[in-house]
């Protein structure tokens, strides 16, 4: 029997049992769990679990060793898939000598967008670089560079986006304004997938996790099915689900899947 959540086909996001391996070692182990429409969805584990590495083969930048990943049905790295996403890196991918406006024009070349400049300056505007349109990525503090890269992320228009710990550097106005922009994102259909090691900023953002630990998804689904699945009481705090399913060996996690009732698809609320 397969205990892992499976798949659905009316996901935003699936990820169907992807390995991906670096030499000997396997950064994601059998990955499977859905992100629905319309939801903000937090990926949460320690680090080296592999969510970077998880993020980068759903955007199509490196291909899975096994199993499958598809973006709204797309299989992930083809062009269809890449029109309906958008990654921002934990690391942002600036081009040293290009000015914070050239990047976001290069973004709406790339991606042939049209009247997208109200758009871009808005976005500009609400994160704090309309008034260093011109400054260098070497000029920018390491909170406005990562501020760039969410704009470049967001002018892309893509509905299923990928945010990859991306509230560090931010001061708290700034964090405050992506969790609204987050928000209103989901509300109009988008799916937001969040990674983040800050387990105060899950609470903040969405009721709803996947637990990646060592390559495999230890849990996934509302936090309700979280605490079911750490076999805690319905008021467990999320630090306590996070210790307890993080802490499983793979013979426990396959044990607490079966009492949850087998193969039912744990991430579907």
Same mark, same amino acid.
């Given at each position: 029997?397969?205990?892992?959540? /499976?798949? /659905?086909? #009316?996901?935003?996001?699936?990820?169907?049992?992807?390995?991906?391996?670096?030499?000997?070692?396997?950064?994601?182990?059998?990955?499977?769990?859905?992100?629905?429409?319309?939801?903000?969805?937090?990926?949460?584990?320690?680090?080296?679990?592999?969510? /970077?590495?998880?993020?980068?083969?759903?955007? *199509?930048?490196?291909?899975?060793?096994?199993? !499958?990943? +598809?973006?709204?049905?797309? !299989?992930?790295?083809?062009?269809?898939?890449?029109?309906?996403?958008?990654?921002?890196?934990?690391?942002?991918?600036?081009?040293?000598?290009?000015?914070?406006?050239?990047?976001?024009?290069?973004?709406?070349?790339?991606?042939?967008?049209?009247?997208?400049?109200?758009?871009?300056? #808005?976005?500009?505007?609400?994160?704090?670089?309309?008034?260093?349109? #011109?400054?260098?990525?070497? =000029?920018? /503090?390491?909170?406005?560079? +990562?501020?760039?890269?969410? %704009?470049?992320?967001?002018?892309?228009?893509?509905?299923?986006?990928?945010?990859?710990?991306?509230?560090?550097?931010?001061? @708290?106005?700034?964090?405050?304004?992506?969790?609204?922009? %987050?928000? =209103?994102?989901?509300?109009?259909?988008?799916? %937001?997938? %969040?990674?983040?090691?800050?387990?105060?900023?899950?609470?903040?953002?969405?009721?709803?996790?996947?637990?990646? #630990?060592?390559?495999?998804? !230890?849990?996934?689904?509302?936090?309700?099915?979280?605490?079911?699945?750490?076999?805690?009481? @319905?008021?467990?705090?999320?630090?306590?689900?996070?210790?307890?399913?993080?802490?499983? !060996?793979?013979? =426990?996690?396959?044990?607490?899947?079966?009492?949850?009732? *087998?193969?039912?698809?744990?991430?579907?609320?």
């Amino acid at each position: 029997m397969n205990d892992a959540p /499976s798949v /659905s086909t #009316d996901a935003a996001l699936e990820c169907a049992g992807v390995v991906k391996r670096f030499g000997a070692k396997r950064a994601l182990d059998g990955a499977r769990f859905t992100c629905p429409s319309g939801a903000v969805t937090a990926l949460i584990g320690p680090n080296g679990a592999g969510k /970077s590495t998880l993020f980068r083969v759903a955007a *199509g930048l490196l291909a899975p060793d096994e199993g !499958t990943v +598809r973006v709204r049905r797309h !299989t992930a790295g083809t062009p269809a898939a890449q029109r309906a996403l958008s990654l921002m890196p934990e690391q942002p991918d600036l081009y040293p000598g290009v000015s914070v406006w050239e990047h976001v024009v290069f973004v709406a070349l790339i991606y042939r967008l049209a009247d997208w400049q109200g758009q871009a300056r #808005d976005l500009l505007e609400r994160f704090g670089l309309s008034d260093r349109l #011109d400054a260098l990525p070497h =000029e920018l /503090s390491q909170g406005l560079r +990562r501020r760039l890269a969410l %704009v470049m992320a967001l002018l892309h228009g893509a509905d299923v986006l990928l945010l990859d710990e991306p509230f560090n550097g931010l001061d @708290p106005r700034s964090a405050r304004e992506l969790r609204a922009l %987050v928000a =209103e994102l989901a509300a109009s259909g988008a799916c %937001v997938l %969040v990674s983040t090691h800050i387990l105060a900023d899950v609470a903040r953002l969405t009721e709803r996790a996947v637990l990646l #630990d060592q390559g495999r998804v !230890t849990a996934a689904g509302s936090f309700d099915d979280l605490r079911r699945q750490a076999a805690l009481a @319905p008021d467990a705090d999320l630090e306590a689900v996070y210790f307890a399913l993080t802490a499983l !060996t793979p013979d =426990e996690l396959a044990g607490a899947h079966k009492h949850e009732g *087998g193969d039912r698809d744990t991430d579907e609320e």
